[in-house]
């Protein structure tokens, strides 16, 4: 597993990308090389900064950051994972189609309608929680111990159908539409379920793609909507049934880690930590503008009823048992995952009723 990449490649990237700063080449004892395929428009990106202030800050300068944002030392999931694997990239950030390949039972982050809101979804993902542990060993695992999970945080808010041809309000309104998705069965099961015909396309090409009718929908975040401008391509619908949490996967070369002093390893963990909260915050903020701005250029935003909810809950209800069959993994992180939602809401009551008494 994970063998074949060597790190010349990567090695070569990051000389030409540019040498390790001054700081850290001349005082550090330990240096992380952090990626996200992004921008710096990105959550990601705010997630990383958060990261190596506080993990600077916090070792008194033993441990420095360099961050690579885009595709500077590795360019797509499979790719950057044997980065992490082989040692040529520390941390790297993935969704869980980009780490499906190699992980495939991280697509339980994209089952539909399991975490009701953010609360629910922050709380089931909290570091900790019977989900995330067993998240992370699994990842162990299947690495061969190569590569450790840090945390799930968050990308982009919460996945929503949009399309370019009519308001979605129900799944019977979904019938016949070309709904974009990414390579991965799971997202593709979801669409067929709802009646719509999934059709895999890059995501560099998704915009010509909406503009000469080769797909009408996709699954996606109001942010990564307007940061792509798709409404120019014709994106006009927004149905905002948050059918999936858009998780994001930090992972970490597991050997890089453990070679680290206890003290540090804890400022790594608890840097992790910062991290998460900076992700989850950042898409809350990101979207207020976005949803102004994709009204304003006349785009169509619908809220489904509870019932109309529950409409397209139901639906999808086939695709967990097609994820516990057919996904190695899939039934006992399933059952984890359920297990922590019910926990996070039952514990969010408690404290919710405690609060309106």
């Known amino acids: 597993m994970l063998k074949g990449l060597t790190t010349a490649a990567l090695a070569a990237t990051m000389i030409a990308a540019g040498a390790m700063s001054a700081f850290a080449a001349g005082h550090a004892e330990f240096n992380l090389r952090a990626t996200a395929n992004s921008n710096e428009n990105d959550e990601d990106y705010d997630g990383l900064v958060v990261f190596k202030n506080y993990v600077e800050q916090a070792s008194n300068g033993k441990i420095a950051v360099e961050l690579f944002i885009g595709t500077q030392l590795c360019s797509n999931g499979a790719e950057c994972l044997q980065g992490v694997a082989d040692g040529g990239v520390d941390i790297y950030i993935s969704t869980s189609g980009g780490s499906s390949g190699i992980f495939p039972f991280v697509q339980v982050l994209d089952l539909p309608y399991l975490m009701a809101d953010d609360r629910v979804a922050e709380h089931a993902l909290a570091n900790g929680s019977p989900f995330v542990r067993k998240m992370q060993e699994m990842v162990r695992e299947t ?11 968050n990308t982009g808010g919460w996945r929503n159908f949009a399309n370019t041809q009519r308001r979605v309000a129900m799944p019977s309104d979904m019938e016949g539409l070309k709904i974009r998705t990414v390579v991965a069965d799971l997202p593709q099961e979801l669409v067929k379920a709802l009646g719509a015909s999934p059709t895999p396309i890059p995501w560099p090409e998704l915009f010509t793609s909406f503009q000469t009718g080769v797909v009408e929908g996709s699954k996606n975040g109001i942010t990564d909507i307007m940061g792509m401008k798709f409404p120019d391509a014709g994106l006009q619908y927004v149905t905002l049934d948050g059918h999936a949490y858009m998780g994001a996967l930090w992972f970490m070369n597991n050997e890089q880690f453990l070679s680290m002093p206890e003290d540090l390893r ?67 992180i399933f059952d984890a995952l359920t297990t922590a939602v019910a926990e996070a809401e039952s514990e969010l009551n408690d404290i919710r009723a405690g609060e309106l008494n």
């Open 143 to 153: 690495s061969g111990d190569a590569i450790r999970l840090m945390t799930i945080g």
């Open 266 to 332: 804890r400022v790594v963990v608890d840097g992790f930590y910062q991290l998460q909260q900076a992700t989850f915050a950042s898409p809350k903020r990101k979207s207020i503008q976005a949803y102004q701005d994709f009204a304003a250029g006349g785009g169509d935003i619908y809220v489904p009823t509870p019932a109309e909810k529950a409409a397209f809950a139901e639906a999808a209800a086939p695709v967990y048992d097609w994820f516990k069959s057919n996904v190695d993994g899939g039934e006992a």
